[in-house]
């Protein structure tokens, strides 16, 4: 059985930070992506940025520059730097496992406000 399970959200004024984490349990032997999605009320979800077991790192348009992926896929440990925040990134957020296997879990999402 594996958990997912995000937080570091909240409320926060236009150009603020944050960061969320991301925390997986149970059996994460192999966990080949670690990604964030963000969906708004409203649309649909999209993807903001995943890390690679090997590293690589890529980054929806609108994050660039401004969102910082990191993690430790061996540890299941994921971290999402915000900075610059804009309303627009107002989204629950989350986070997102693919395991070697093939299968795929999500967390329950955190709730990111940006507004002043």
């Known amino acids: 059985q594996v958990h997912v399970v995000e937080s570091g959200g909240g409320l926060v004024q236009p150009g603020g930070s944050l960061r969320l984490s991301c925390a997986v349990s149970?059996?994460?032997?192999?966990?080949?992506?670690m990604g964030w999605y963000r969906q708004a009320p409203g649309k649909r979800r999209e993807l903001v940025a995943f890390?690679?077991?090997?590293?690589?790192?890529n980054y929806a348009d609108s994050v660039k520059g401004r969102f910082i992926i990191s993690g430790d896929n061996a540890e299941g440990t994921a971290y999402l730097q915000m900075n610059s925040l804009k309303a627009e990134d107002t989204a629950v957020y989350f986070c997102?496992?693919?395991?070697?296997?093939?299968?795929?879990?999500w967390g329950q999402g955190t709730q990111v406000t940006v507004s002043s």
């Open positions: 149970g059996t994460i032997s192999s966990i080949n992506v």
């Open positions: 997102d496992i693919h395991m070697g296997s093939g299968n795929e879990y």
């Open positions: 890390i690679t077991k090997g590293g690589y790192t």
